[in-house]
C-alpha cells in the first residue's frame, strides 16, 4: 500500500464530525517571503473579523521557528501540538479559546517531526486534526521563508495570502516565494493572494500589488489577486505593546478598517468545491 492509499483508509476510518455537505472548512494560509513584515498580525485580526462575520475561527500557529500567535494575543498556551504528536494530549485539550471570539492552536519545534511519524502515529494526529472541522475557518500563520513545511501548508490550503511591505527586500522576497509556489508545486489550483502592509496611501499600495503581479504573470504565468492593503499605523505598534490585537484594541483605527473590508472581500471570494479539512490533511500529509 503506498502512502496516498494509505491516507485514504486513514481517512475512511476518521471522518471529521464537524465537515458536513453544508459546512465546509475554508483553509487560509498566510505566509511572507520574509520575517518582520507583520505576517502574524495580520493572521490574528484577520481571524478576529472573520468571527465578526459570525464565523467559527482557528488559528493554527505553524511559524515553528518563532510562534508567536500567543505572544500577541496575550496568553500563554500549556500545551501545543507537539504533546499531540507524543500522543500525550488531544486536539481539544490544546486548543485555546480566546476572549477575541477566536481559538488558538500553539505550535511548536516538535511539529517538524510529522513529516516522519510511524503509521499509528500518523493515524492519531490526522485524527486529532479531524476535530478542526467544526470550524468555519481556519487560518494557518506559517513561518517566513519556503521551507518544505511551508510549502506543504501552502499546497493544502484553499487560499494563499503571501503578505509584503512596500519596501525593496519584502517586494524581492514575496516575488521569491511566489517564484518557489510555481516552480515547485502545481500553482493552477492554489488561490494566491496579496497583502501588502505597512502602507503610507492606496496609491502606494496599488503601485506595489500591480509590480509584484505583473512580473508573476509574465514571467511565471501565474495569477496573483490583490487582496487588499493595511495601513502603516501607529494604532497597530501600540496595541502590540499591550499585547492586544489591534481591531479589538482600537476597532475604528485605519488598519482596523483594512483588515475587516479585507475579511469581507475574502468571504465574498469563492473557493474549489472539493475543498475542507479532509482535503487539507490528505494534500498536507502527501506533500510531507
Known amino acids: 500500500m503506498d502512502q496516498a492509499d494509505g491516507l485514504r ?15 465546509k472548512t475554508r483553509i487560509i494560509s498566510v505566509s ?15 481571524a478576529i473579523a472573520y468571527a465578526k462575520l459570525g464565523k467559527k475561527v482557528i488559528v493554527l500557529d505553524a511559524d515553528l521557528g518563532l510562534a508567536n500567535v500567543n505572544v500577541i494575543l496575550g496568553v500563554i498556551p500549556k500545551y ?14 490544546i486548543i485555546i479559546e480566546t476572549s477575541y471570539g477566536i481559538s488558538i492552536v500553539a505550535g511548536a519545534s516538535g511539529f517538524f517531526k510529522i513529516a516522519n511519524l510511524e503509521e499509528e502515529e500518523r493515524k492519531w494526529f490526522i485524527s486529532e486534526l479531524s476535530e478542526l472541522s467544526s470550524a468555519d475557518i481556519i487560518i494557518i500563520d506559517t513561518s517566513a521563508g519556503v521551507s518544505s513545511n511551508v510549502l506543504a501548508f501552502v499546497a493544502a490550503a484553499d487560499d494563499v495570502i503571501i503578505v509584503t511591505t512596500p519596501e525593496p527586500t519584502a517586494i524581492t522576497d514575496a516575488y521569491g516565494i511566489v517564484k518557489i509556489i510555481a516552480t515547485e508545486m502545481d500553482a493552477k489550483d492554489l488561490n494566491l493572494k496579496l497583502i501588502v502592509n505597512r502602507v503610507k496611501s492606496v496609491t502606494q499600495g496599488k503601485k506595489v500589488s500591480e509590480r509584484v503581479i505583473a512580473i508573476a504573470n509574465q514571467f511565471l504565468n501565474i495569477k496573483v489577486d ?9 494604532a497597530v505598534s501600540a496595541a502590540v505593546i499591550k ?9 475604528s483605527s485605519k488598519a482596523s478598517i483594512c483588515i475587516t473590508d479585507i475579511a469581507n472581500r475574502l468571504e465574498k471570494s469563492e473557493f474549489s468545491e472539493g475543498s475542507g479539512l479532509n482535503r487539507f490533511i490528505k494534500r498536507l500529509f502527501g506533500r510531507l
Open 80 to 93: 501545543n501540538l507537539y504533546h499531540i504528536i507524543r500522543r500525550q494530549k488531544t486536539m481539544k485539550e
Open 226 to 234: 490583490y487582496l487588499g492593503y493595511v495601513y502603516d499605523d501607529p
Open 32 to 46: 511572507s517571503g520574509k520575517g518582520g513584515v507583520g505576517k502574524t498580525n495580520l493572521s490574528i485580526n484577520l
Open 243 to 251: 499585547q492586544k490585537p489591534f481591531l479589538a484594541d482600537n476597532p
Open 9 to 23: 483508509e486513514i481517512m475512511k476510518d476518521r471522518k471529521p464530525s464537524g465537515e458536513t455537505k453544508q459546512q
